[in-house]
Each structure stands twice: as structure tokens, then as C-alpha cells.
């Protein structure tokens, strides 16, 4: 817009008038734009409001996440692990409960690794070869040629749980280069161990395929095998456990034991209650609702700042002053965290709400309460979470939240307020293009009359001259 004024001023400020009608339209317009320039500033204090709408909502939400996930009734089950020996690792899950095992570990582990004899080609045409599982299936594959690398590249693409790789065996008598093919199983333990057999499935079945890591300088390097412990060893009772991987998934409830050694001494794994982490999740509830109430009253904070050079003082509200939504919400978040249950009051597990609406945790309180009634804290725990999971949810569900529902329509607000922006954009456009032709035309008129001026004294002076 400013470029159509200022090539449109050049061609008509004051040729004929002198005056400068630039700065008249400018002036003019200035008058015009308040309307807009009106409708610009709400536009701005709109959009700080439903940011701040959004933070503050943002703020609940992560609350009742919390909220949901305290108010579980095994919250404060949270277990540590530990393990006698640096070769054993353990991990506790949710379902952990406290308890110990012993065990020694009796093998680790192994994927099957075979290699064939030296050889220069597979074969001299492309011959089938029959992978062998050890539940007995059989995978037969034939090679686009006899030689190593296609052999290679048909038992890869296979997929029989095998894979192969070309490894240089020196030279024949003869100069040639040979190889061995290295077949590997694709996967740990006693199911993983395989056959390979140069001929079909049915030659396998009949007897009359030959094992290719049986043959002369051929042998299975490693054999297949399952990682395996001993429970309770040395005792009428005891128990060997296996598994495919050094992973054994559940050896207690929600406990997955992982080695990488064998033992002859016992290793012993222990579960414990993790003291530390079940403070965490009652913390972690009071700093949610904390960080809540301290973002609500920065930005419902009036501040008065005063000018160094006039000495005027401003009076500013903050962006969330007023709101009913979000201050009814924070009444009903606080008033929940505080709210006694089952008569008993949250202060009790170390909860506690200052004269300033904030909440304190009280570490040594909690702690205290927890060894000496694990249920019992459980519970309060379990029911202050609750009740301020419903009010965050209330007020900050995706759908039908208070504050979401707000958010939804200060948007709508701001939509309609850029429509009418956009409006009268387009209106105070054409109202400077009639003001600059307006003004053009008068320098055009003026012009006509300067000449008409110029020719009645020039006949008038014709006249003159003439009776003279």
C-alpha cells in the first residue's frame, strides 16, 4: 500500500496548488486506520491471552497425567534391584515385589557358527542346497550359479534363520584361490541350531544328502545353546531355568535377570522397595500443582511501574486478571489437594498447603509414614491423586475442558478479529486511491483554470493595446 501512495503522490503533490497532499491524504488515513488500529491492539491481547490460556492448560494437563498415574493402587510399588556379582544384571518392572534368589549360572547363551570345507566353487552348475532347522524344517534354495557368491547371496535371502559369509582359505594345489562359506544362525540358544545339506529336501528325507559341516575339514564351530541357572543348587531342590537368549524374563515376578558369565559361587539378586522413588511420585504431584498456581499468579499480578521522566505511574493488570475459568480452576485444584480423605488430611503423607495457597512436600513426614504403613500411605496417596486427577481433567480435557473450551473460543474471537483486520485493509486501500485521485483531479482543475486564467489576460490585454 505504501508503494501505490508514494509513486501516486510524485505524479500529483501540489504541481498546481503547492500543496502537499501527501501528507493531507496521510493525515486523512490516520483518521480512517483507527478503527483498525483498534481492532489490531484487541487482536494482540487476544492472542497473549490465549497463549497464556494455553500455557496454564498445559500446565493441568502434565497434572492430571501425574494425578492418573499416582493415583494407581500399587503407585508406590516401585522396586530397586541388585545383584551380588557384576556379571549378572537385573531389572525390576512394575509388577516387581520385594523377595531375593540365589542361583548359580551353569552356561551363557550361543548362536550355532559352522564353516564348510576349502572349496574354489559350490558346485560346477547351480545345485539346491537344504537348510535343516532344529524343529526339523527344511528351506531349500538353489543358487543363479555354482558359484560361492551366489551361494552366499541364496542363503541370506532365504530367511531359515541362517546366514552366510565367503572367508578366504588360502590356495589350492593349484594356485586357485579357495574359501570357506561361515554359516551363522540368526538367533541364540537350542532352537536356533541347523543342517546344511547339499541336495533337496526329499534327498535329506531319503538319507542320501551330504551334511556340508560334517565333511572332512569342515566343523561346527560353535554349538547352539541356551543360557541356563541353577536355583537353589546343591539342595534337593534344586531347579535349572533356560533360556534362548542371556535374558531370563520373569525369573521373579516382573524381574528379567540377565547374565554374561558362568558362576560357580551363587549369585545372589535382591528386590527391594525404592524409598526414593516412591517419594518421587508424591513429589512429584505437589510440584505439578505448584507450578500450576505459580504461573496463575505471575500472570494475574498487578504491577505499577513509574515513567523516570514524567513521573506518571501505570497501573498493569495481568494477561489472566479476571479470567473465571482459569481462577475457578485453581480454586478446585487447590481445594482437592487439601481435602481430607477418608477423614484423614493429606498432611499426614507430608502434603501440606501453606497460608499462601502453595503446597509443600515434607520428605521426612512421607518417609515416615511409608515404613510405617505402606497401605495406608498408599491409600491417601491413591485418593488425594484422584480427586485432583478429576479436577485437572475437568478443566483441561482435550474436548470438553473448561480451559480447552475457552482456548476454543478466544480462537474463534481472534479468527473473526483477523477477518475484520483483513477488511478494512482492503477498505482503507480504496479510500486512499479515492483521496489520491481526488486530489489529482484538483490539480488537473486548478491547471485548466490557471490556463483559461492565463488566456482571458492575455486577451485582455490584447484589448487594451488595441483601443490605446
Known sequence: MSSVSSSSSLAIDGLVSG??????????????????????????????????????????QSLATKA??????????????????????????????????????????????????????????????????????????????????????????????????????????????????????????????????RGTGDEVTAGTATNVLTGTGAAVVTAAQDASVTLWAGTAAAQTVTSASNTFTDLLPGVDVTVSQTTTDPVTVTIGRDSSKAQAVASGLVDAINAITSYYGQNTAVTTTTSPTTGTATTTAGVLTGDATTRDAMQRLTSTMSAPVNGKSPS????????????????????????????????????????????????????????????????????????????????LTMRRATLQTQYAALETSLSKLQSQSSWLAGQLSGLSSSSS
Open 19 to 60: 500543496l502537499k497532499t501527501t501528507d493531507l491524504i496521510n493525515s486523512l488515513m490516520t483518521i480512517e486506520q483507527v478503527p483498525q488500529t483498534l481492532l489490531k491492539t484487541k487482536l494482540t491481547s487476544t492472542n497473549s491471552f490465549i497463549s497464556s490460556l494455553q500455557t496454564i492448560n498445559g500446565l493441568v
Open 348 to 427: 499426614s503423607i507430608g502434603i501440606v498447603v501453606t497460608k499462601d495457597g502453595d503446597f509443600t512436600f515434607d520428605a521426612d513426614v512421607f518417609q515416615k509414614a511409608l515404613a510405617a504403613d505402606p497401605q495406608g500411605t498408599q491409600a491417601m496417596l491413591s485418593g488425594v491423586a484422584a480427586n485432583v486427577g478429576a479436577a485437572a481433567t475437568a478443566a483441561s480435557d482435550k474436548y470438553t475442558g473448561s480451559i480447552t473450551t475457552s482456548i476454543t473460543g478466544q480462537q474463534s474471537v481472534a479468527k473473526d478479529l483477523t477477518t475484520q483486520i483483513d477488511s478494512w485493509t482492503d477498505r
Open 68 to 197: 492418573t498415574d499416582a493415583a494407581k493402587p500399587a503407585s508406590l510399588d516401585v522396586f530397586t534391584a541388585k545383584s551380588s556379582a557384576s556379571n549378572v544384571t537385573v531389572a525390576a518392572g512394575t509388577s516387581a515385589a520385594a523377595g531375593s534368589v540365589s542361583f548359580t549360572v551353569g552356561a551363557t547363551a550361543t548362536a550355532q557358527v559352522g564353516v564348510t570345507a576349502a572349496m574354489t566353487t559350490w558346485s560346477v552348475d547351480a545345485a539346491p542346497l537344504t537348510i535343516v532347522g532344529s524343529d526339523g524344517k527344511q528351506t531349500t534354495v538353489t543358487p543363479a550359479s555354482g558359484s560361492l557368491d551366489d551361494t552366499v547371496s541364496a542363503i541370506n535371502k532365504a530367511g531359515a534363520g541362517v546366514t552366510a559369509t565367503k572367508v578366504a582359505a588360502g590356495t589350492a594345489a593349484d594356485g586357485t584361490k579357495q574359501y570357506r562359506l561361515q554359516l551363522t544362525a540368526t538367533k541364540t540358544g537350542a532352537a536356533g541350531a541347523f543342517e546344511v545339506y
